[in-house]
């Protein structure tokens, strides 16, 4: 079965940086859509960005464009979110999610068991 463990968060001041990790195992689909989400203490969960890892498409909410890069690397089944310019909003967990197939259906998405990302100011 599809297994997402994720890894790399914390606690930082405003302005700097982290990078989450999202290893997958058991999917299927040889390049699935993948991607991060996060939720903050009593708001829904939001989408933050997509990875086609097939194509190597990204996209990225416009809260986190141009400070979020969401990266693949293939060999370890493995993507990315470098987080840079942390602002205090970006507090939340975090999870990774995917898609075993290659769009990004987001309601049939597996999900890790989240990492939390603490910026203070």
């Known amino acids: 079965h599809v297994q997402l463990v994720e890894s790399g968060g914390g606690s930082v001041q405003a302005g700097g940086s982290l990078r989450l990790s999202c290893v997958a195992s058991?999917?299927?689909?040889?390049?699935?859509?993948m991607g991060w989400f996060r939720q903050a203490p009593g708001k829904e969960r939001e989408w933050v960005t997509a990875?086609?890892?097939?194509?190597?498409?990204?996209y990225y909410a416009d809260s986190v464009k141009g400070r979020f890069t969401i990266s693949q690397d293939n060999s370890k089944s493995t993507v990315y979110l470098q987080m840079d310019n942390l602002k205090p909003e970006d507090s939340a967990k975090y999870y990774c999610a995917l898609v075993n197939y290659e769009n990004c259906a987001w309601d049939s998405a597996y999900w890790g068991q989240g990492t939390q990302v603490t910026v203070s100011s």
């Open positions: 058991g999917y299927t689909y040889s390049r699935p859509c």
């Open positions: 990875i086609y890892t097939g194509a190597g498409t990204t």
